[in-house]
């Protein structure tokens, strides 16, 4: 095994060769690369297949046409357009939120209809019922981090105990969205979620270990890695070394460790730099893709060892026959697969944010 130590964060990766003969290549013999990648802080393992980028690439792309006729298809009778939004969507009961729902600016925010933690609000981003990437941040996105937050803010006051909360988008089918018209999940618990379980476990052994917050040292390092993207205020954009998905970018924050804590210009950074992220995905032909804007707990300082970040993936793009880029080897084994290495995705995206 090849281990490159720099400073504590190690960088591990394995190299194996696949042989066949080849029908694309009249039966060549082809040695195809398979990297195995392990992520410096949790370990969790990944593997990099670029073999298959150029045939796999156009299952990303979209169908401009697929996308009109959905979009047409589900306006009539979409619950988060103006014209349904008080009518069918849920309202919060008065002794939680007396207002109901929470309003700023475009943004709408209310609870699930059906909740998938024990706090699970929605967040409609504003009247248009689709967006294209480009048009979805800075400001559609900024508007829903900041009812989101007032959304935690109130919840926190409420409860005064600790709260373990997320911001998710999916967006367009093929991310596991049920609804076109642009929105965000926001989910709390007092429990903590995996992700975030091993994220902040991993960080404090580090912590521990090193006397050195993890996320200052991963910054340092990618700062000046092949796969640095850029600074948007006081976050810095990467792609990570070892991505679970395609199209795989982070964004980390290189203060705060929590959603309560972060200021407006900090939730900016984040919409600002997203907002780069999504044209480069448009540009690349994508429509569906994920966003984890993840925290350490609400109500206690995990500044020590943690810092708050985003991570964004790209999906299968909207087109016949619809085929998910998550196979059995991610939903069922557990383990990464990107499609094209981090450091060329890192080259593509750097020019959208000069
Ligand atoms: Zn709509």
């Not at 400073?7 to 042989?19: P, Q």
């Not at 990303?60 to 969507?89: A, G, H, W, Y």
């Not at 006051?157 to 929105?183: C, E, M, Q, W």
Request: glycine share 6%.
């Amino acid at each position: 095994m090849r281990t490159i130590i720099i400073m504590n964060i190690k960088y591990e990766r394995e190299i194996r060769y696949a042989e066949l003969l080849t029908p694309l290549k009249g039966y060549e013999l082809e040695r195809q690369i398979v990297e195995h990648r392990f992520d410096p802080l949790t370990h969790k393992r990944t593997v990099i297949t670029t073999g298959r980028f150029h045939l796999i690439k156009r299952l990303f792309e979209s169908d401009p046409n697929e996308i009109q006729n959905i979009v047409e298809m589900t306006k009539s009778n979409c619950p988060f357009c103006p014209e349904r939004l008080e009518s069918m969507t849920p309202k919060f009961p008065s002794n939680l939120f007396k207002e109901g729902v929470i309003k700023l600016g475009d943004a709408t925010l209310f609870p699930s209809l059906f909740s998938h933690m024990d706090y699970n609000a929605i967040v409609v981003l504003g009247k248009e019922h689709y967006l294209q990437l480009r048009e979805i941040a800075p400001n559609k996105i900024h508007s829903a981090f900041q009812v989101g937050q007032t959304f935690l803010r109130k919840l926190y006051d409420l409860n005064r105990k600790k709260i373990y909360a997320s911001f998710i988008v999916n967006y367009f089918p093929l991310s596991g969205s049920t609804i076109i018209h642009p929105h965000m999940q926001v989910i709390a618990s007092d429990m903590s979620f995996q992700l975030l379980d091993e994220l902040l476990s991993n960080s404090f052994v580090y912590y521990s270990r090193v006397k050195s917050n993890y996320w200052a040292d991963l910054i340092k390092e990618e700062e000046s890695s092949e796969r640095f993207v850029g600074k948007v205020d006081e976050v810095t954009w990467f792609t990570p070394f070892a991505p679970y998905n395609t199209y795989e970018v982070w964004g980390v924050h290189e203060k705060v460790s929590n959603l309560l804590e972060i200021s407006d210009q900090g939730l900016k950074g984040f919409s600002q730099g997203l907002s780069k992220v999504l044209s480069f995905y448009q540009e690349e032909g994508l429509s569906c893709f994920n966003i984890l804007l993840y925290s350490g707990p609400l109500g206690e300082s995990s500044d020590r060892y943690f810092r708050l970040g985003i991570r964004i993936i790209g999906r299968s793009g909207y087109r016949k026959p619809f085929v998910s880029d998550l196979w059995g080897l991610q939903s069922v084994m557990n383990e990464g697969e990107a499609y094209d290495t981090p450091e060329n995705t890192a080259l593509k995206l750097r020019k959208y944010f000069q």
